[in-house]
């Protein structure tokens, strides 16, 4: 992972080392700074250990393709999120067995469209974005656009990147403050930014702004409940990384996922005010409360569920408008089984804590 100075590496940690204890699996944690030699390295280190997989969520499309090529080489099982170059897809990697990231582009339009209903459609918002170079930023602001389309009188000042942690986020609100005279709210790429932007909220003593984040870190949907954040995507990271865990361990036990469960989404929960404590209660614990299990297709193979909604990606639709330069969409998808893998993968969920809020995720 790039850095457990972000909240939400943080949980995507703490999950995967709660799942991979749960089958048994020992689990080690590397952390690259976003750095892609480094992350290349660590590839060549797992397999000199004897370990047999990496997952994780690479800071840039770039690293993402460099690691992903660097585990085909060295015969390493490799489970991804949030971000890869366009148009290239576990169809071009065998050992790259699954590629799982939430409707960034979905979400982040209707979170934009509720915050700039919450201001009364009209005023300036200011921008933080993630990390250059990273998927999930390009479709945070996709997202964010597309919303702004119907809402004329809304303004956006863009800051400097917060590049996904609370710190930057924090300085590049307040370097852009005073150039802003007057603001109704900030748009925060993931929640460590939000956090960091009401920390520079906080220390000017500015208050009555909206603030929106990404993630669903427990920190900040507590933060919605206290009424200091207005809204977060809640897919939860520990959740994401028990998910990819579970995957190159059902793979290690002869399990065979078809193409399209292979490049998949995974829901997301907008959380608001009127939701925030019922999430808190029911989904947030230091313990996560998933039967990590009951995930396993290897252990479970009648009665798996994934406990989260998850709903195959048809690259032609993800991808839209995106030309297809460095990489063009493999063939094997012509073939791939789109629409009956989407309803299995709907029917397997019936159980967990996000069971009751099944027809509001997005996916």
Known sequence: ??????????????????????????????????????????????????????????????????VTKACQSAGILYASSYTAPAWYTPADADKWVRFMTPPSVKIAEATARAMFEKVGGSGTIIHVPGQKGSSADDQRTAGLNAALKDFPNIKIVTASPGNWTSEDARTSLTNILPSVKDFVGVFAQNDSEAAGVIAALDAQRITGKIVVGFDGNRQNIEYIAQGKQYLTSATIGGLTAGLLGITVFDVLNDVEFSLPEKFISQGALLVTPESADKVLSTVYADKLPFDWQLMSKALHPDDWDPQTLLNPIDPNEFYKGVPQDEYKLNSAWASADIASVRTTYADAFKSGPLFEFKDSLVA
């Open 1 to 66: 992972m790039t850095t457990l100075s972000n909240d939400f590496f943080v949980a995507f940690n703490e999950g995967g080392k709660q799942a991979m204890a749960a089958l048994g699996v020992k689990m080690s944690t590397l952390e690259d700074q976003g750095n892609v030699n480094t992350a290349i390295g660590q590839v060549g280190n797992v397999r000199t250990s004897g370990g047999a997989s990496i997952f994780g969520t690479p800071a840039t499309e770039a690293q993402a393709a460099a």
